[in-house]
């Protein structure tokens, strides 16, 4: 079945930066969009980050864009976000998601593919 896992999250102080990985199994990966989402405390879901099954083409929400680089290794099955100059805004807790791009990942639909996530802490 389809399975994505989610690591690499943790505690840092404003300015840091982490690695998050998502191993991804149970489906083409490599034929596969992806996307990272987040979800804050009391808020809802985010739309953060997406790639192409290729990885050529990568997309950003403006509010990370210069800060957050997504990637992926098609070889490993595994979709990676690189975090930079992390703010207290960015804590929360982040998940991969499959086949969908923007607002359209955040759907029921696609909620159901969610890994359990990482959870990323930013203290100021």
């Known amino acids: 079945q389809v399975q994505l896992v989610e690591s690499g999250g943790g505690m840092v102080q404003s300015g840091g930066s982490l690695r998050l990985s998502c191993a991804a199994s149970g489906f083409t990966f490599s034929k596969s969009l992806m996307s990272w989402v987040r979800q804050a405390p009391g808020k809802g879901p985010e739309w953060v980050s997406g790639?192409?099954?290729?990885?050529?083409?990568?997309y950003y929400a403006d509010n990370v864009k210069g800060r957050f680089t997504i990637s992926r290794d098609n070889a490993k099955n595994t979709l990676y976000l690189q975090l930079n100059s992390l703010k207290a805004e960015d804590t929360a807790l982040y998940f991969c998601a499959r086949n969908c791009l923007d607002n359209v990942c955040l759907s029921a639909a696609f909620r159901r593919s969610w890994g359990q996530g990482t959870q990323v802490t930013v203290s100021s």
């Open positions: 790639i192409d099954s290729s990885g050529d083409s990568t």
